[in-house]
């Protein structure tokens, strides 16, 4: 583009490749920033307890731990290096998806995530579809219709404060011991996923829909909604093709938050529900101070949510040439 | 407070009291709990951890209204004691988390370009991990118990208040009557104090209203988890977890703290979405 054609664009409010590039490069840069901060206080929190992590480690198999075996733990995990060695050791281990060695299960941190992160890949992202389906039904049905509006967001205000294990418990009492047609708890088969999923998603499609509600009701008052009517459109298909779109927006920006709620809710639910899974991982990790296998995790779950606002940021960018411009 | 009644002045509607129902029971359940917090031995019938001996898994009624867990101890009293816990943490980690974040909102909203990017990058960075996960590395770093779930449950929420407590003092400092504090030569440390604070600090007191929920909700989770109080004690979570062991046999062991933590949550989040909608000068 030469540079008229690159002012050009940018008077009529179209941003050039060059500074989208630019904004998402930032954007990048400051995802990168967020992770090598996580991942030095995960290096600060386990070399303040690296104390006892060898004794840890050899204290578990119930021995009495000799001094040339302490040395020989120390020297596995690499505690006989100097400080700064250690940090560079450690960050260019993670930049290799190595998060370190478990204490108590002595196989690597990563293994082990990686053995159960199927499980939770498939509850959390069949609950955010749920949830977001959920949500946008809720909200395209009941935006600005009394009384059907203050009823939804009743029930959406109801499950949004009611704690995640509360729900499952519902959902469990009344499916699985009153009218007992689904399993209790299990990992096998599609029915078993069915109640943890619901729990999972509940809570998070009640934020979003109250959230999308509000900006749909926002974009039925705009003057294109009124225009699209005048030429005869049906309300329905106001909605749907032209209010939706628009409001759809914030559900992207929530993405977050929805990450969060699905990642802390997951320890709940698949506690609840005896299924194994990430959260499993993680409370068993925290119940036998397996301090490395909960940093690995929690590093992991930066990563995350980093990966996935960066492709919000990214998505935005490409959608809404204001943000670049602005 | 000028602001204040100014802003009352051009929207009337606002300063009418209205009451919905729903805003009246809300008020109603948690002035129910406030009592069972401070005076549970006059709300509760029995003793909440005596082993009675008409039995285990008593249904309701008789002398036990709400009937008799596993052991044989008075599930309604057990509810009643449960009330002093679950506010102890919602309060207690909530002041907690208010004043980390306030400190730390008002050292990045005042301090030098530095200290601020310090503290806003490290902010993300735990903003990055989820609550839950969060509460739980605090957890195995200082062990379980009622008292380190309070401080979990503190330390993970501390980052959002810093960051409304920071963008409230960067409205603050550039206002006119902290530019007219400052040229009168009143201290630095006095117009901090007299005038940014109090101003910076009301929405992050407003927010932390539904946040006393919020927490109550998180430390129950914990609990939950097996993290929070221990066994014998009457807590809400713990009861939770506890019953869920005898949920296929009788699921009313379950049910009775599954509805004072929601109603107990929901009641408060009710008031502080008010208190917020009053404060933000909307009727909608």
């Known amino acids: 583009m030469t540079a008229r054609g690159a002012m050009a664009a940018r008077l009529a409010g179209h941003p050039t490749a060059v500074a989208v590039a630019k904004r998402i490069g930032v954007r990048l840069i400051a995802g990168v920033g967020v992770l090598w901060g996580a991942a030095t206080l995960s290096f600060i929190a386990l070399h303040v307890t690296a104390g006892d992590a060898a004794l840890s480690t050899v204290a578990g198999q119930g021995a009495n731990p000799t001094k040339e075996l302490l040395d020989q733990v120390r020297r596995d995990f690499g505690l006989d290096q100097p400080l700064y060695r250690q940090y560079l050791d450690y960050l260019g281990r993670l930049l290799h998806g190595d998060l370190g060695q478990s204490y108590q299960q002595r196989i690597a941190v990563s293994r082990a995530i990686t053995e159960q992160l199927g499980q939770t890949v498939q509850l959390a992202v069949s609950a955010a579809a749920v949830a977001v389906l959920l949500a946008i039904g809720a909200a395209v049905l009941t935006a600005r219709r009394r009384p059907w509006r203050s009823i939804a967001s009743g029930v959406e205000l109801t499950l949004s404060a009611t704690p995640t294990f509360v729900i499952g418990i519902v959902l469990l009492i009344v499916f699985s011991f009153t009218l007992k047609v689904l399993p209790v708890s299990g990992n096998d088969g599609p029915r078993a996923l069915i109640l943890p999923m619901l729990t999972l998603a509940l809570p998070i499609g009640a934020v979003l829909a109250q959230v999308l509600r509000s900006e749909l009701e926002e974009v039925l008052e705009q003057p294109f909604i009124l225009t699209a009517r005048s030429r005869g459109m049906r309300d329905t298909v106001v909605r749907v093709r032209h209010a939706l779109r628009h409001a759809l927006v914030q559900i992207v920006t929530m993405s977050g938050f929805v990450v969060g709620g699905l990642l802390g809710g997951a320890v709940i639910t698949e506690t609840l529900f005896v299924r194994q899974g990430v959260g499993q991982l993680m409370l068993s990790a925290v119940t036998t101070k397996d301090i490395p296998m909960v940093l690995g995790l929690v590093v992991f779950a930066a990563f995350v949510y980093v990966v996935v606002n960066l492709l919000v940021d990214i998505t935005y960018t490409l959608i809404d040439p204001r943000l670049v411009t602005r | ?284």
């Open chain 2, 1 to 284: 407070m000028s602001a204040f009644t100014a802003t009352a002045a051009v929207l009337p509607r606002t300063s009418r009291i209205r009451l919905r129902p729903g805003l009246i029971l809300a008020g109603l359940f948690v002035a129910v709990v406030v009592a069972a917090a401070l005076v549970p031995q006059l709300l509760a019938p029995h003793d909440p951890l005596a082993i009675g001996a008409e039995g285990a898994f008593l249904p309701s009624g008789g002398g036990h209204l709400l009937g008799t867990d596993e052991s044989g101890r008075d599930v309604l009293s057990r509810m009643v004691y449960g009330a002093r816990p679950s506010l102890v943490m919602g309060l207690g980690a909530t002041a907690i988390a208010v004043t980390g974040g306030t400190l730390l909102g008002l050292a990045a909203g005042l301090g030098s370009r530095l200290t601020e990017s310090l503290i806003m990058r490290l902010i993300d960075v735990v903003l990055s991990v989820p609550e839950l996960l969060l509460a739980l590395v605090v957890i195995t770093l200082a062990g379980a118990g009622s008292t380190n779930a309070m401080f979990a449950v503190a330390f993970a929420s501390i980052p959002s208040y810093a960051r409304i407590v920071r963008a409230q003092t960067h409205i603050v400092r550039r206002s006119t009557f902290v530019e007219a504090a400052t040229g009168l030569g009143i201290r630095r440390s006095t117009v901090i104090w007299r005038h940014v604070l109090p101003n910076a600090i009301r929405p992050v007191l407003v927010l932390s209203t539904i946040g006393v929920g919020t927490a109550i909700s998180a430390g129950a989770a914990l609990s939950f988890l097996g993290l929070g109080a221990e066994p014998p004690a009457a807590e809400w979570g713990d009861m939770l977890s506890n019953g869920l062991q005898y949920i296929s046999n009788d699921w009313f062991l379950v049910a009775v703290p599954s509805v004072a933590i929601t109603l107990t949550v929901l009641s408060i989040t009710v008031l502080g979405r008010e208190l917020r909608r009053r404060s933000e000068g909307r009727s909608t």
